[in-house]
């Protein structure tokens, strides 16, 4: 309802993002962060709730990028930070899962550990990965 009236406001997208995310509707609440992040992109909090929806869709690497970008927003949020490790733990979990399943290990993922890209070793890797 508040929204409604002040469709401008950073703060009621972002905690409609979060109600969303605890009633299990992730892509709602992807959309919600998303909009906050581009109302007040120096806030670190919109970037949390992108970084929780996506890690309620199973896009921890996604999610962990959000965070990132939330955490050069805001480097001192704790709470950023415990989205990290928690959207660093959904991967390993998926890895983990992975490998009881098929018993080999998982396609090696940097940003489980990182949360960075793994550099190009060669420009004709860039190229094909282009």
């Not at 969303?20 to 992807?30: D, N, P, Q, S, W």
């Not at 930070?81 to 959207?87: C, D, K, M, S, W």
């Not at 992975?98 to 940097?110: F, H, I, L, R, T």
């Amino acid at each position: 309802m508040a929204i409604r009236m002040d469709k401008t406001n950073h703060v009621l997208f972002s905690n409609r993002s979060g109600a969303y995310c605890g009633c299990g509707k992730y892509e709602e609440a992807l959309a919600d962060a998303e909009r906050c992040i581009r109302m007040a992109p120096k806030w670190g909090k919109g970037y949390g709730r992108k970084g929780a929806a996506l890690t309620g869709l199973g896009q921890g690497g996604e999610a962990v990028k959000a965070y990132l970008a939330g955490l050069a927003a805001e480097p001192e949020s704790e709470s950023l930070r415990e989205g990290l490790a928690e959207a660093k733990a959904k991967i390993r979990e998926g890895q983990t899962k992975y490998e009881e399943m098929w018993g080999k290990q998982a396609p090696a993922s940097e940003a489980a550990d990182t949360g960075a890209p793994p550099p190009s070793s060669s420009s004709s890797s860039s190229a094909a990965a282009a």
